[in-house]
């Protein structure tokens, strides 16, 4: 990842501002698949990656440009670890990603045994689907995974030139073999969504907590033409781009 400190496994950040960072991350080798160029490019200001508890306070990033590829916004990349986050803003940025044309799979795959002795029977079930890497970007936090509680947070006057991915359906398949299985039911697998507040949140535990309490993106943040608009799941809130849960 690119930024500020490229990792944080604990701090407290409070009371003082970036002004013009420029920060390009697009082909991150740690991040990336074994057998592919470009996977993800983490990048934010001040944090491409928060992995353990985080506190920000009175923290502003002012007239910066970050390019990344997939988990990147413009305060913060990715939030893996409990990030709390209040009074702090983003202001007169460009927040801007490439199509590079590499796949990620996302697989899921399943196998269950009822019974027992001359009564068992094993069922599997699969489902797949292909997506590029761009996306899960945002004008303040690009991804969220893990609890996270943002307050008086503001991003204005902010330019999104970013590709994302909107949701795919695909077909569960189901079997009692693996080698013999035939679609089952449908299934929406959640893309790689872009949003001027906060790209994406994904958890992945019923424990998770996320609160967003007086925030905003203001009106002038604009999204430019070529590249995809704010795609956002309705229903969702207009501060997030798509907000799932997989268990």
Known sequence: GRAFIRKTNAGTFENFTFEGAVIKCIDDIEYRDDDQKGGNGYAGTLTSKVEGKMILNNVHANKGHIIGISKFGGMIGSVGANLTAEGCTVNNYIVENHKINVINRYEENVEKTFGS???KITVYASCEEEFYTE??????????????????????????????????????KGGLSKSMMIDVMQFEIAGRHCNTFIGDIRTTKTST??????????????????YD?????????????CCYFVG
């Open 135 to 172: 996306g899960e970007c945002g004008g303040f936090i690009g991804f969220i995974i893990d609890s996270a509680t943002i307050t008086d947070c503001h991003v204005y006057n902010t330019m999104m030139k970013c590709y994302g991915q909107d949701n795919k359906t695909t077909w569960v």
């Open 209 to 226: 907590s996320i609160v967003i309490n007086n925030c905003t993106a203001d009106d002038t943040n604009t999204y430019v033409d070529g």
């Open 117 to 119: 002795g001359f009564f």
């Open 229 to 241: 608009k704010d795609i956002t799941k309705e229903g969702e809130g207009e501060l997030v781009g």
